[in-house]
Every structure is written in structure tokens, then in C-alpha cells.
């Protein structure tokens, strides 16, 4: 390659890269917030720089959920008609997030591993050492129609 067909090839292709790439690591979608059993991190928004303060907290390492949801009560008292996805978002993950807050308001993430191991356990039979299913059930609590009933 000569010098000049070098000089495009790096104009053309490596700096225009480079922009297309670099915005990309400025701020993180996801946290380990994100990863609680019941929430589906896809569904959270991307970041966007006029969300309101307590939405921008969603995307920080560090989130006190006592002060993040009284954040979010006081935006929700000023604006009680609006509805958007990162408000969708905080109500599903408020949700999850709560069985692991502490008293000062931080969130003690669980051992996933465990986690989910325990889950395993409370859905195995006890005698057989099977997965129990849904047909598995069968009369209990249906009133005899075959249909599991579910109360939530």
C-alpha cells in the first residue's frame, strides 16, 4: 500500500469508528440492579439526559431505594398523569427490588446461585425428587375441573 492509499483508508474507516463507537461506553444501560429475580432488564429504557433526577439514579451503581422512591413519589405527586416506560420500568423494578432492601436503604443483592437453587427445592417433590408441573397438580384446588386455580 502507498502512503496515499493508506491516508484514505484510515480517513475513511478508523475515524469514523472511532465516533460511532466511543459515545457507546459513556453510560452503562444496565446495573447490577438489573439482574433481581422477577425483572426483565430489556424492558428498561435507554438513557436519556432529560429524564427526571430520580430516573437518571436508575442508571448509577449506587441507588439508595429509600431516597430513589421518595424521589419518585414527590415527581409522581407533581405529575400525576404521566406515564412513560422508565416510570414502567421503576414500578417493576421497585417491586423486586424490595425484598432485598435494608434498613438504610441499600439493596443487599442476593447469591443468584442460591437464589435459584432454593427456587428449584420449593418446586421439587419431596418424594419423588422431581420438578413438579402444572398437570402434576391436578384436583388440588380446583374444585375437581382439572384447572389449577391461581390466587395472586
Not at 29 to 55: C, I, M, Q
Not at 86 to 111: C, E, H, M, S
Not at 120 to 139: C, F, H, P, W, Y
Request: with cysteine.
Amino acid at each position: 500500500m502507498n502512503t496515499l492509499t493508506r491516508l484514505h483508508f484510515f480517513l475513511i474507516f478508523l475515524i469514523p469508528n472511532f465516533f460511532l463507537v466511543t459515545p457507546l461506553s459513556a453510560q452503562s444501560h444496565f446495573t447490577r440492579y438489573d439482574d433481581l429475580p422477577g425483572l426483565v432488564k430489556s424492558y428498561k429504557p435507554s438513557y436519556e439526559d432529560n429524564f427526571p433526577g430520580w430516573a437518571k439514579k436508575m442508571y448509577s451503581s449506587d441507588i439508595n431505594f429509600i431516597e430513589l422512591n421518595e424521589e419518585f413519589e414527590a415527581y409522581l405527586a407533581e405529575n400525576p398523569d404521566e406515564e412513560s416506560a422508565i416510570i414502567r420500568y421503576y414500578k417493576n423494578w421497585r417491586r423486586a427490588a424490595a425484598d432485598f432492601v435494608q434498613d438504610d436503604g441499600t439493596i443487599a443483592l442476593p447469591d443468584m446461585e442460591k437464589y435459584y437453587e432454593n427456587l428449584r427445592k420449593g418446586q421439587t417433590d419431596k418424594e419423588t425428587g422431581s420438578l413438579l408441573r402444572r398437570d402434576d397438580v391436578g384436583d388440588r384446588g380446583t374444585g375437581g375441573s382439572g384447572d389449577v386455580c391461581h390466587s395472586f
